[in-house]
């Protein structure tokens, strides 16, 4: 049974970078009829896709954070990682990782997320 | 960006009754790049419809999705007390992903 399981090193201090680990279990990452994602959730903004990597290592980010935005993918670990640089206090939110489903082929993020591993909170603050 | 704006924010409901949730674009999508989620408290989302009219797995046919160009529709049947939770909408027609803002679907 897939499971993702999002995690990270615990609070950021303001301009430090963001990381975060997502592990998955039951699926291999290298499949190629799947994409991988980071989706964040704060009270001012919602629902707001980070960015999503392919099993080729293509990637694929929000414009508005795609300055700011690394995703990368360790095949052997069977897991993908999210850095965010010089974070903010409006970069606190929870963050989920999730499988998505490529409606477009191999050069765009389009689809749809599932599922969804249960997130974790990340805080901005010094 | 393609703007999506969800309504009602928030719906109350009684068990058995129907709900219909809406979801407006700012801009024309194909329906065949549009979702459904739904969120419970300390979870997260969950497909419920893609494709804007599919049903995704173990979802019961008590939902259904429907519309297309700008205006998109979830309608769910004889509400079950599982059934209030908060619903979102997604569209991937773009390279941006976006997210509407969610509707609530609370008990009366």
């Known amino acids: 049974q897939l499971q993702l399981q999002a995690s990270g090193p615990g609070p950021v201090k303001p301009t430090e970078t963001l990381s975060l680990t997502c592990a998955v279990s039951?699926?291999?990452?290298?499949?190629?009829?799947?994409?991988w994602a980071w989706i964040r959730q704060s009270p001012g903004k919602g629902l707001e896709w980070i960015g999503t990597?392919?099993?080729?290592?293509?990637?694929f980010y929000s414009p508005s954070l795609k300055s700011r935005v690394t995703i990368s993918a360790d095949m052997s670990k069977n897991q993908f990682s999210l850095q965010l640089n010089s974070a903010t206090a409006a970069d606190t939110a929870v963050y989920f990782c999730?499988?998505?489903?490529?409606?477009?082929?191999?050069?765009?993020?389009?689809?749809?997320?599932?599922?969804w591993g249960q997130g974790t909170l990340v805080t901005v603050s010094s | 960006e393609i703007v999506l704006t969800q309504s009602p924010g928030t719906l109350s409901l009684s068990p058995g009754e129907s709900a219909t949730l809406s979801c407006r674009a700012s801009q024309t999508i194909n329906s065949h790049y549009f979702a459904w989620y739904q969120q419970k408290i300390g979870q997260a989302p969950k497909l419920f419809i893609y494709g804007a009219f599919s049903r995704a797995a173990g979802i019961p046919d008590r939902f259904s999705g429907s519309g297309s160009g700008t205006d998109f529709t979830l309608t769910i049947s004889r509400l079950e007390p599982e059934d209030f939770a908060v619903y979102y909408c997604q569209q991937y027609d773009s390279s941006h992903i976006t997210f509407g803002q969610g509707t609530r679907l609370e008990i009366k």
């Open positions: 999730a499988r998505s489903s490529p409606q477009l082929g191999l050069d765009s993020p389009a689809g749809w997320f599932d599922p």
């Open positions: 990597i392919s099993p080729t290592g293509n990637t």
């Open positions: 039951g699926f291999s990452i290298g499949s190629s009829k799947y994409f």
